[in-house]
């Protein structure tokens, strides 16, 4: 069976002041830290011995605690980059009322299709996304693979996967400790996820969806 695992870099200091990421980078915080420690944990006990890494810090300064706790084999990725928002970055959501003034309020209009000035739209991660999805495929079966990247291309990869339709998509939640599964049963792609933090309840079919208030920035 082939088997695809992702997860996503731990709460950084752009998190958790919520400002946009996007190419942009912070470092992880002490919570960010915490919640890649229980991640490593979660990740020790699962069949990995090979993880592509998107190449942004975030990511990397995540990966880096992994291995130090699974021995996994890291390898970087730029596919695996975050899909871009372009002259957002950087900026909380009163600064862009200021500085771009309706903007955001049109992204949360049609988040699949808009591209903010300088950035990507989610739909112009699907090529790289793709990439990412080959890779996996070309696994042999039985070996998983890990992908440690970032809340928005993560969910593009697996929905590529597992087929699910754009308005869907940008309704996926990503949290810090939680570990999406791929698995390839009967030809088609399966989804499920597990809370590192609560590993007893194991993984459960299906997928996540955002709960936050929509006009929160939560991707990077």
Not at 76 to 102: A, I, M, W, Y
């Amino acid at each position: 069976m082939k088997t695809a695992y992702f997860v996503r870099h731990g709460e950084t200091l752009f998190n958790r002041d919520k400002r946009l990421q996007g190419w942009l980078d912070s470092s992880l915080s002490e919570e960010g830290k915490k919640q890649v420690g229980i991640v490593a944990e979660a990740v020790s006990a699962l069949p990995i011995r090979r993880a592509i890494v998107s190449p942004l810090g975030r990511a990397q300064e995540t990966a880096e605690i992994i291995r130090a706790k699974t021995n996994v084999f890291m390898e970087d990725d730029p596919n695996l980059r975050e899909v871009s928002f372009g002259d957002f970055e950087g900026h909380t959501l009163p600064e862009l009322d200021v500085k771009f003034p309706g903007m955001w309020q049109a992204r949360m209009v049609d988040k699949w299709n808009y591209r903010p000035p300088g950035g990507e739209a989610n739909k112009d991660a699907i090529d790289r996304a793709a990439a990412v999805v080959r890779r996996i495929e070309e696994q042999e079966n039985g070996e998983a693979l890990l992908v440690i990247a970032h809340f928005a291309i993560n969910r593009i990869v697996f929905s590529l996967l597992a087929g699910i339709e754009p308005e869907e998509i940008v309704r996926i939640n990503v949290p810090h400790c939680t570990i999406y599964r791929a698995q390839k049963e009967n030809g088609e792609w399966q989804l499920s996820y597990l809370d590192a933090e609560r590993m007893e309840q194991g993984f459960q079919p299906g997928w996540l969806i955002q709960y936050v208030p929509e006009n929160l920035p939560t991707g990077g």
